[in-house]
């Protein structure tokens, strides 16, 4: 399988290549150059299999040329046995046609774990030791510097430095990424808020000194391989729910794009998805775009689930792209328009592709406080606020939908990750897990540095 980019100027990549490169060269995305195809029999034939088989099952067709079946099982079953769930992505029904997706039972009980457990493993599949090796750079102002700093502690070949804004992240999730006690991970605490952690970052890759010294690289969500393993599961709870003869609707937290896209992709491979539910919170440009093609950036608005507070989806541009026939040329100069304008209109053509597949909700902070709820006093589940505006969606968007179809909302974060938010809304305390409790105790690492970029700049320059 070889990689395009959306932008259509890039050379193309086989999957080593598209992983290690993250963005293509143009400033587009990497896309496979066609959905593979699995037909009923193909799914049918997934039924009873673990989910490390599953993935390799579905993965095998975007390696293809690059890693062979033993070696993609491998990784596979090395990811996934670090997650405390038999089932890896466990099925919770609420009720007659609602379930939750569990995807919170990795290492930092956040969906971004099933990514980048398998990420972290196929960059040191893929990273030979003969060049100088990975140095990951990232800002984070939570959650994704958990899971990455998780993914990558302890492997060969690459090391991960994650700045923080100091005092501005909430005690737990400071100490999933200080916990961590490994040669090759460096948590740092700047003094500043996290746009100023992310400026440094930003330079840092520019930086001549810094890329002369270390080969700098990056996780974001943008990366291909992150994406491809999120397919995954969507076929894994189908086809426990009567796939390939029976369709279903999924409800998405949406941030970014990225998981909602890997359920397009599904959708592509042949896999029976009646709707995918774009699910937003206020800060809903995903659901202005989809619901009246009217791609345009506001202000961001700080809100209780803050891994959906985005103003661009750097992974929508991989469903522009293929909703305008795949046309890179024309995709690239719609882009620069958006760079330049921060709003654009969708095509015709593009709304109409979208809106086979897609519908969307926004749901506000009423909303969600009513969903959490919902699922304590119908079915005892404590639901935390991303996965509760998923949940949120699916309730309004079922009357949309014939009846036999069952809503499959995606469920992103454990509970006890956003207590005190769950404690608003259901008045109950959430126990905290037993690899949660683990981190409460553990001693802490980190390097402190004042908010000064020269200061960040040494600190890497001397790792
Ligand atoms: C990242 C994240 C999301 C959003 O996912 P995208 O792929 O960015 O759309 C939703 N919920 C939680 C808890 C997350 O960490």
Known sequence: MQYISTRGAAQPLNFRGATLAGLAGDGGLFVPTHWPQFSADDIASLAGLSYAATAARILAPFTAGVLDDGELQALTAGAYASFDHAAVTPLVQLDE?????????????????????????????FLTGDEAPLTIVGATSGDTG????????????????MLYPDGRVSDVQRRQMTSVDAPNVHVVAIDGSFDDAQAMVKRLFADA???ARHRI???????????????????????????????????????NFGDVFAGYVAAQMGLPIERLIVATNINDILHRAIASGDYA???????????MDIQVSSNFERLLFDAHGRDGAALAAQMQQFDSARAIQLTGAQR??????????RV??????????????????????HSA????????????????????????????????????????????????????DAPEHMTRLPGEYGAVRDFVLGL
């Not at 958990?146 to 430095?161: E, K, L, N, P, T």
């Not at 109409?352 to 909700?361: E, K, V």
């Not at 506000?364 to 606020?385: F, H, I, L, S, Y």
């Open 389 to 440: 505006i998923a949940l949120a969606a699916a309730q309004t968007s079922a009357a949309d939908l014939p009846r036999d179809v069952p809503l499959v909302s995606l469920a992103t974060a454990h509970p006890a990750k956003f207590g005190d938010a769950v404690r608003a809304a259901i008045g109950v305390d959430v126990t905290l897990p037993q690899r949660l409790a683990g981190v409460m």
């Open 217 to 255: 690289g990056a996780v974001n969500s943008i990366n291909w391989a992150r994406l491809a393993a999120q397919i995954v599961y969507y076929f894994y709870a189908a086809v426990r729910l009567g796939a390939p003869s029976r369709r279903l609707a999924f409800s998405v937290p949406t941030g």
């Open 97 to 125: 046609r609602h379930f939750l997706l569990e995807l919170f039972h990795g290492p930092t009980l956040a969906f971004k774990d099933v990514a980048l457990q398998l990420l972290g493993r196929l960059f040191e599949r």
């Open 352 to 361: 109409a592709h979208i809106g086979q597949l897609f519908s969307s909700a």
């Open 146 to 161: 958990s899971a990455a700093i998780r993914a990558v502690a302890g492997r060969a070949h690459m090391q991960i430095c």
């Open 297 to 307: 950036t506001g202000t961001v608005v700080p809100t209780a689930s803050p891994s």
């Open 364 to 385: 506000d902070g009423d909303a969600m406080t009513a969903a959490m709820q919902w699922g304590w006093r119908n079915a005892g589940q404590m639901v935390d606020p």
């Open 209 to 211: 000194d810094v890329t």
